[in-house]
């Protein structure tokens, strides 16, 4: 249990200082764009919250299914798209 608090602590730490350089650098750089280093932050820090939980299976469960239903939502979306714009 203490090496799995350990890992949370460590990932909630990665995800405030993901935070705080997304913050910073964008705001030094004048970048107004969109970037992914936003989404560090909030994988990390819900990572170091499921990781805190033991490793629940059922919050694994649901994460896992949740992504999977995302891809497929995702290919859909792609092949409408593709249907729509490019037509042979």
Do not use: P, W
């Not at 602590?9 to 107004?32: C, H, K, L, P, W």
Request: hydrophobic share 55%; aromatic share 12%.
């Amino acid at each position: 249990m203490k090496k799995i608090f350990n890992t949370s602590i460590a990932y909630f730490a990665s995800a405030m200082a993901a935070g705080v350089f997304y913050r910073e650098f964008t705001r030094f750089d004048g970048f107004t764009g969109v970037t992914t280093l936003g989404v560090v932050h909030t994988h990390l820090l819900v990572l170091g919250m499921v990781i805190s939980t033991g490793m629940s299976a059922m919050i694994s469960g649901i994460a896992g299914i949740s992504h999977i239903m995302m891809l497929i939502a995702f290919i859909l979306l792609f092949i409408s798209l593709k249907k729509t714009f490019i037509k042979e």
